[in-house]
Nanobody, 115 residues
């Protein structure tokens, strides 16, 4: 059984920074990609950033230049550094690990950007 646990969410002022992290427990192999998605109230879940096993990254246009996704070598851990946060970034952020046969999701962590 694989479980993903996110941490690092919270309340931050506009222009501030947060770093989210996600680690997997259990027996997981052959991870092709890891990523972060978010969902705001009344909106569909959207991609924020992904990183492949080869290290290639992809970002939503809305976060380019502000967010950075990274992974630990040989580990099932992924982080999201969020800078210059805006109120529009307020959402529940979900961690994702993709293998050849499954998508695994964390429970989500709340990020609130407000003055």
């Amino acid at each position: 059984q694989v479980q993903l646990v996110e941490s690092g969410g919270g309340l931050v002022q506009p222009g501030g920074s947060l770093r989210l992290s996600c680690s997997a427990s259990g027996n997981i192999f052959s991870i092709y990609a890891m990523g972060w998605y978010r969902q705001a109230p009344g909106k569909q879940r959207e991609l924020v950033a992904t990183i492949t096993s080869g290290g290639r990254t992809n970002y939503a246009d809305s976060v380019k230049g502000r967010f950075t996704i990274s992974r630990m070598n040989f580990k099932t851990t992924v982080s999201l550094q969020m800078n210059s946060l805006k109120p529009e970034d307020t959402a529940v952020y979900y961690c994702n690990h993709r293998t050849g046969s499954n998508d695994y999701w964390g429970q989500g962590t709340q990020v609130t950007v407000s003055s």
